[in-house]
């Protein structure tokens, strides 16, 4: 349960340094009016829906780490056997990248007004991820084909699973791409567009990193990594 | 002292004014309502009508325990179905919704003085996931095989084996679905309630003056959101273990003789991956209710709660704490000793903030004007039953203590305490609170205080005895005992008096039922601030509160919530929005 451990930790560094931002050691029962008005202390200046999209992406993570936790409990258990990772996840890690660089395309043109550049960034983002998603299939048929099932060992299962959630939550990005897309071409007013590319993005490159993060993991390096970590500090 | 500068009459320029959804018609009004309080009105029925099925699901077990071999109709299996759902419905399906959906979608915005959560439209939605999670737990009962006997813990391998009621049938898939989409439910609406807290909150309210309930439902929220994926995760894979045959928490079994497909899985991986959600979820269901109690007791005690910085800091310290204390849930399953050792102390340690909440609750009483109203009534009874139950939690907490009770009755008599009986005390002070303000009447003061002293001295009734029975090494979870040699006379007749005790305190929540139907229309009047208090859900312009909650402008806040008695000030209460400096070392405004 480390990893979850370490991922907590990590939010909880976040958590105590906004919260030492709020005056928490205020003695409020002296503090009538709007006392020296604690501009600052009221609501963040970020847009709300970008918070509530942080505070999912918390959650999200949070899911990922404890898949990441039960799988390094579970590849500790003798009847382990990693299996072979296709090739073709390298090319749809590429295309992964690629729709994230789009969509931050889409965002610097959104902030600069220029509406053709961010159809261009979002219909780009939005054709790499549908094919990430193909060539996540096919990876996925590859191993089967190859006799590596579902049920036949838990490196497999722990295989098919991980990456089925995280195509799962880039699908269910792609739901909010498509809108924000609908909106780009309906004429959306310029500051809700960028809102949403933005938002969009934020998505797609968390997406990304728990990509990498698992890809790392699936490959076995992430073990390597850690068990040198282990050697480091006995 | 701080010097301040009362300030009076600040235009209400810079709160950012939100673009409310208006509904159009009576079904986007009262049934696919955007509106917080609607909202909080679904959650809470539906909870209570589940939860009305976990209490008769109660009896039929105290039915079998109290007088065992009578009810043909009980089978062992059918016991174990009962416990099972009882647990669950009890812990997930009304406690939490109860306490995050129900109280958390009315007080939030209100408190915070918002028009309403800052994404309606998903927390609409989070309702009517979460109604569906319900009815395909219900939907359960009536699958073939019937609801999963596995226990509330839903323990691999036994949870998806012939041998357990529900395991081979539909009763476990039914079961696991139910809770992911309780878990997707409560997500979407967990968003709402900690961005509502961050970015909703009116001019002047700062962190620092929130009341603590809405400190202990955000911190709780914050603590489910991080929580509840560890038993999405548990139950997805649990999911593929049943219906494809993997073998993440399945060992190599032979059943019947035969070799099942599972091979090498690991059983203790679930226990971790279930008690790091189920032991924050102790304090999910806590931390609203130590919240809720504060403000009661100062309410009715008119007067400041006693150290609010400090109730804020125990509150974020428990939080904190509660994530590494989750394996003494696991002592017996065979753990290092130098793991227990570990967990222990951290149990042991997060009393220490636990503590610091129940002396303050007990300052604020101190010498305060304490009203017997029915919310106080029910709040001190729950800082006893909540001081019971947690000191049980001590001996518990203890690796050598726990190892030979924690297949007793002792360790049931210990939960029911100080997570049954304790929240669910506060949600009957809350109810008896904020009734007036979500109906406009008050509920009946009679019935009340026989709901009250029936379900209090009752379930002391219930749960002492168990203690007791557990101390003689009575086990949990049989469904029959008659015939061992630990079932005494004695501890027959103590069955007997503990069942029909539970039957008497569930008649009682009949009657409470009955008053909150009744009293919706036959009820008192409550004018708007019935019970003079400061915060300002109590200061809406309407009562019930409209659409939008605060009439024109939001309410600006000057002060902190608990500015009860104030030396000086011409009443007894000072509400969050009215300007002026009341400080005894001024003149009086």
């Not at chain 2, 979407?188 to 509502?196: A, Q």
């Not at chain 2, 991956?273 to 009715?300: M, R």
């Not at chain 2, 929005?577 to 005894?584: E, I, S, T």
Request: hydrophobic share 55%; charged share 10%.
């Amino acid at each position: 349960m480390s990893v979850i451990l370490v991922f907590l930790l990590v939010i909880a560094g976040f958590a105590g340094w906004w919260l030492s931002h709020q005056r928490l050691t205020a003695k409020p029962w002296l503090e009538q009016g709007l006392a020296g008005d604690f501009v600052g202390f009221d609501r963040s200046a970020l847009p709300t829906a970008k918070i509530g999209l942080g505070v999912f992406l918390a959650v999200v993570g949070c899911l990922f780490s404890l898949f990441t936790s039960a799988y390094f409990m579970r590849m500790g258990l003798p009847d382990w056997q990693p299996l072979p990772l296709p090739r073709l996840l390298w090319l749809n890690t590429g295309v992964l990248v690629l729709s994230s660089v789009a969509l931050q395309c889409a965002v610097v043109a959104a902030r600069k007004g220029q509406i053709d550049n961010v159809r261009l960034g979002l219909a780009t983002a939005g054709f790499t991820t549908l094919a990430f998603l193909v060539g996540q299939l096919m990876a996925w048929r590859q191993l089967t084909g190859d006799g590596y099932l579902l049920a036949s060992n838990p490196a497999n299962s722990f295989f098919y699973l991980i990456t089925g959630m995280h195509g799962l939550h880039i699908f269910g990005g792609l739901v909010g791409l498509g809108r924000t897309s609908i909106g780009a071409w309906n004429g959306a007013r310029p500051e809700r567009l960028r809102l949403s590319v933005e938002l969009c993005a934020m998505y797609w490159h968390f997406l990304l990193f728990v990509w990498l993060c698992i890809f790392a993991l699936l490959a076995g390096w992430a073990a390597t990594f850690i068990d040198i970590c282990q050697r480091l500090l006995t | 002292m701080v010097d301040v500068t009362p300030a009076d009459a600040i235009p209400p320029a810079e709160v950012g004014e939100v673009e409310l959804y208006h509904p159009h018609s009576w079904w986007t009004k009262y049934v696919f309502s955007q509106d917080a309080k609607v909202i909080a009105v679904q959650y809470s029925a539906t909870a209570t009508a589940i939860g009305l099925v976990a209490l008769v699901l109660s009896w039929l077990m105290r039915l079998q325990l109290g007088f065992p071999g009578t009810f043909d109709f009980i089978t062992p299996e059918a016991y174990y179905q009962f416990i099972t759902m009882h647990g669950m419905i009890m812990v997930i399906y009304l406690l939490t919704a109860l306490f995050l959906g129900g109280f958390g979608n009315y007080l939030i915005p209100l408190m915070v003085g918002a028009r309403d959560m800052v994404f309606p439209y998903v927390n609409m939605l989070s309702y009517w996931v979460y109604l569906l999670a319900v009815l395909v737990l219900v939907s359960s009962f009536f699958a073939p095989g019937g609801p999963t006997g596995a226990g509330w813990t839903l323990y691999p391998p036994q949870a998806i084996m012939s041998g357990t009621p529900g395991g081979q049938d539909w009763g476990i898939i039914l079961m696991l679905s139910s809770l992911i989409l309780f878990i997707v439910g409560f997500t979407m609406g967990g968003l709402n309630y900690v961005v509502t807290v961050l970015q909703g909150r009116t001019r002047g309210m700062t962190l620092m003056r929130l009341p603590l309930t809405v400190w202990g439902i955000f911190t709780a929220t914050v603590m489910a959101l991080l929580a509840f994926p560890a038993l999405f995760v548990a139950c997805v894979m649990m999911l593929l273990d049943r219906v494809l045959g993997t073998s993440f928490f399945m060992p190599a079994i032979v059943e019947m003789g035969a070799q099942l497909q599972h091979n090498g899985g690991s059983p203790i991986l679930f226990q971790h991956l279930f008690w790091f959600f189920g032991h924050p979820e102790v304090y999910i269901v806590a931390l609203p209710a130590f919240g809720i109690v504060s403000d009661l007791i100062s309410t009715h005690a008119r007067k400041n709660i006693f150290g609010y910085r400090m109730m804020v800091w125990a509150i974020l310290a428990i939080g904190a704490l509660s994530f590494v204390v989750w394996a003494h849930h696991m002592y017996v399953s065979g753990m290092n000793p130098y793991f227990g050792f570990f967990f222990a102390t951290t149990t042991l340690i997060i009393a220490v903030p636990t503590a610091i909440k129940v002396y303050n609750w007990v300052l604020t009483l101190w010498r305060g004007d304490i009203h017997l109203t029915l919310p106080m009534l029910f709040a001190l009874a729950f800082i006893v039953t909540f001081v019971n139950g947690g000191l049980t939690g001590l001996f518990l907490g203890n690796v050598v203590v726990d190892v030979p009770l924690s297949d007793t009755m002792f360790v049931v008599a210990h939960f029911h305490m100080v997570m049954g009986v304790a929240p669910i005390l506060v949600i009957f002070g809350a109810i008896y609170h904020w009734y007036p303000k979500v109906t406009g009447r008050m509920l009946d003061e009679t019935l009340g205080k026989f709901h009250f002293w029936v379900t209090f001295v009752g379930a002391y009734l219930i749960f002492f005895p168990m203690h007791y029975l557990g101390l003689m090494g009575v086990p949990r979870r049989y469904a029959e005992l008659t015939d061992m040699t630990i079932m005494t006379e004695s501890a027959r007749h103590l069955n007997s008096f503990i069942s029909i005790m539970a039957f008497t305190v569930g008649f009682a929540q009949m009657v409470f039922l009955f008053n909150l139907i009744w009293s919706i229309r036959h009820g008192r009047g409550a004018g708007g601030n019935p019970w003079r208090a400061t915060t300002l859900e109590w200061q809406t312009p309407q009562t019930p509160p409209a659409h939008g909650n605060f009439g024109k402008e939001l309410p600006i806040v000057y002060r902190w919530a608990y500015d009860y008695s104030v030396p000086g000030a011409k009443e007894d209460f000072i509400p969050q929005n009215v300007p002026g400096d009341f400080a005894p070392s001024r003149e009086p405004a």
